[in-house]
Antibody, heavy 122, light 112 residues
């Protein structure tokens, strides 16, 4: 059964780097899909962070691009997100999600992880 | 400020039909990008409800339907049930923003 599971520290200090991992089970991360990150601040809407293909093709939200690093580890079948210089505005539930079947990037996010809450402390 | 505009809330009585609008522009919905809809039940992750403007994934009741016209899209829910009470988000892509995935601000549906 296809599952995505986010993991990482639930608390990050302001100005430090947030690091999250999304472990994919039930399908190879090298299969023909894009893998994305989306976040949701408490009580607010969804914000796309970025997406990556296993080949390295990457798309990022322009508003976050300078602080975001995406990577894929095919040996561990997971993807990672690093967000530098975090502030209180980065506090959110972070989701990983699959999209872009067959390398067609512009498709729906069809499978989502359960999300992981990240709090930013001062 | 979301790139796609949705009403913050809608409501409807049990059994009624409601629609949720999603308004974009010529660089996203109007540029031909498909619109997708997600349902987010309280305290859970979003799930795909409608893809490619009007297609339902397996398991989604046919009470849910989607359409697109010009620079807007709509989600219709007929025969409202209590379990439909959730937040609904539209999503597309934007050509002005280098393939940026864009979401609407979300609409909270209350079933009366």
């Amino acid at each position: 059964q296809l599952q995505l599971q986010e993991s990482g520290p639930g608390l990050v200090k302001s100005s430090e780097t947030l690091s999250l991992t999304c472990t994919v089970s039930g399908v190879s991360i090298s299969s023909s899909y894009y893998w994305g990150w989306i976040r949701q601040p408490p009580g607010k809407g969804l914000e796309w962070i970025g997406s990556m293909y296993h080949s390295g093709s990457t798309f990022k939200n322009p508003s976050l691009e300078s602080r975001v690093t995406l990577s894929v580890d095919t040996s561990k079948n997971n993807l990672s997100l690093k967000l530098t210089s975090v502030t209180a505005e980065d506090a959110a539930v972070y989701y990983c999600a699959r999209h872009g079947y067959g390398g067609n990037y512009y498709e729906a996010f069809d499978i989502w992880g359960q999300g992981t809450m990240v709090t930013v402390s001062s | 400020q979301s790139v796609l505009t949705q009403p913050p809330s809608v409501s409807g009585a049990l059994g009624q039909r409601v629609t949720i609008s999603c308004t974009g522009s010529s660089s996203n919905i109007g540029a031909g990008f498909d619109v997708h809809w997600y349902q987010q039940l309280p305290g859970t992750a979003p799930t795909l409800l409608i893809y490619g403007n009007g297609n339902r994934p397996s398991g989604v009741p046919d009470r849910f339907s989607g359409s697109k016209s010009g620079t807007s899209a709509s989600l219709a829910i007929s025969g409202l049930q209590a379990e439909d009470e959730a937040d609904y988000y539209c999503q597309s892509y934007d050509s002005d923003l280098s393939g940026y995935a864009v979401f609407g601000g979300g609409t909270q549906l209350t079933v009366l």
